[in-house]
């Protein structure tokens, strides 16, 4: 495989996008994405959904983006993995240029979740849990996460206030964001006092749907290198690992093994350990999520979790930084997109180009985008080349 590196980025703002339709947010993100890169066409597009087959009644996205966006007759697909589609168009279009197939590849992460009502939208997500043994009862995603937090308190003492600092980081992150759907910090009294959506998860502990989408153009590396563009940024490792649907299935259901392999993999790949990481953008889809996410990479002991919150170490300042533009909690999460808008921000981490949320110093990025409740799990680490 030959290096590959990003040359250009794209996004939309998260947010209720109810005057455009799914295919022309993913047309702006591509448009920008080729604007960056000063380039106006690749040979391959992979798109990452997961909803619009049952949401917008419209599958076969690959060649309904690329006829849009004028790039008819290219290699075009959907590619799927529930809430990490979005990384999986990635890792797809370095694969494709890597191999040598193509010589350059776009990957676009879209989702329109605030067309169709709560309900429906909720039964979409739903299905990337089993439907034999999930499904079949009405749990949803918040349900099942909150099944796996009680446990979580349960077995290591946490109380619900110790998860706090998450939320209050996301928000205090997504101040800094233009693209965020939220950009308001929360205190604490705001946590404790939110709704509970099913005990012991509450509004603020999970976050928001929403329509987006963002873009990166990946190709070979020693084609672009000196050419005197804007600081490249290298795909240094990436890899998938998976898990059993259900939870009930796994050996530990405290323990996201598959986010453990990933993360193992895309270190060995780029030949660094945890303490190497200037910053992880996590998927934080709940608060617990990112306390197992934060132990499955090794950034804090089993059940430690919020201990690396709680003592600040995972700020702008921190030892780890994570959602420095807001995370899923206040970015927002349109899943199929939300793996491409960890990139997208990574990237301009690296190449200092994150504004106000800009971290000193970015040399190495962790990005992590989980499917389902950590039955597929897709990290990334970018680097500057």
């Known amino acids: 495989m030959r290096e590959v590196a990003i040359l250009g980025i794209g996004q939309v703002p998260v947010g209720e996008h109810w005057d455009k339709r799914l295919v022309e947010l993913a047309g702006d993100a591509i448009f920008a994405a080729l604007e960056d890169a000063e380039v106006n066409r690749v040979e391959a597009l992979y798109v990452g959904n997961m909803m619009a087959g049952q949401l917008d009644k419209q599958t076969h996205l690959g060649a309904l983006i690329s006829d849009w966006v004028g790039f008819r007759g290219i290699e075009a697909m959907t590619v799927e993995a529930a809430c990490s589609s979005g990384a999986l168009a990635l890792r797809t279009a370095m694969i494709a240029v890597g191999s040598g197939l193509v010589s350059s590849a776009l990957a676009v992460g879209v989702e329109k979740m605030t067309d169709t009502s709560p309900r429906e939208t909720t039964a979409a997500l739903a299905s990337a849990a089993s439907a034999d043994w999930e499904g079949v009862h009405g749990i949803t995603f918040v349900g099942l996460n909150a099944l796996i937090m009680r446990r979580y308190m349960h077995e290591y003492g946490w109380?619900?206030?110790?998860?706090?600092?998450?939320?209050?980081?996301?928000?205090?992150?997504?101040?800094?964001?233009?693209?965020?759907?939220?950009?308001?910090?929360?205190?604490?009294?705001?946590?404790?006092?939110?709704?509970?959506?099913?005990?012991?998860?509450?509004?603020?502990?999970?976050?928001?749907?929403?329509?987006?989408?963002?873009?990166?153009?990946?190709?070979?590396?020693?084609?672009?290198?000196?050419?005197?563009?804007?600081?490249?940024?290298?795909?240094?490792?990436?890899?998938?690992?998976?898990?059993?649907?259900?939870?009930?299935?796994?050996?530990?259901?405290?323990?996201?093994?598959?986010?453990?392999?990933?993360?193992?993999?895309?270190?060995?790949?780029?030949?660094?350990?945890?303490?190497?990481?200037?910053?992880?953008?996590?998927?934080?889809a709940f608060s617990i999520m990112a306390a197992l996410s934060l132990e499955a990479c090794g950034f804090a002991d089993r059940?430690?979790?919020?201990?690396?919150?709680?003592?600040?170490?995972?700020?702008?300042?921190?030892?780890?930084?994570?959602?420095?533009?807001?995370?899923?909690?206040?970015?927002?999460?349109?899943?199929?997109?939300?793996?491409?808008?960890?990139?997208?921000?990574?990237?301009?981490?690296?190449?200092?180009?994150?504004?106000?949320?800009?971290?000193?110093?970015?040399?190495?990025?962790?990005?992590?985008?989980?499917?389902?409740?950590?039955?597929?799990?897709?990290?990334?680490?970018?680097?500057?080349?």
């Open 159 to 284: 109380k619900h206030q110790d998860f706090a600092p998450f939320s209050l980081n996301a928000h205090a992150n997504g101040v800094n964001n233009p693209n965020a759907r939220f950009q308001s910090p929360i205190t604490e009294d705001i946590y404790r006092q939110a709704v509970m959506v099913a005990d012991p998860i509450n509004l603020m502990d999970a976050s928001p749907i929403g329509d987006g989408a963002a873009a990166a153009i990946v190709v070979p590396l020693d084609l672009v290198k000196g050419m005197g563009h804007k600081t490249l940024v290298k795909i240094a490792g990436s890899s998938v690992a998976t898990d059993s649907l259900a939870v009930h299935d796994r050996q530990d259901p405290l323990w996201l093994s598959a986010a453990e392999k990933s993360a193992r993999d895309v270190y060995h790949q780029a030949g660094v350990g945890p303490e190497e990481i200037d910053i992880f953008e996590i998927h934080d």
């Open 303 to 385: 059940g430690q979790g919020p201990r690396l919150a709680l003592e600040g170490e995972i700020t702008p300042k921190g030892r780890i930084p994570i959602a420095t533009m807001g995370g899923l909690k206040a970015r927002g999460h349109p899943v199929g997109a939300t793996g491409m808008y960890q990139v997208v921000e990574a990237v301009q981490q690296l190449r200092g180009e994150a504004g106000r949320a800009q971290i000193d110093g970015v040399k190495v990025t962790l990005t992590q985008n989980i499917g389902g409740s950590g039955a597929t799990v897709i990290s990334h680490i970018l680097t500057a080349a």
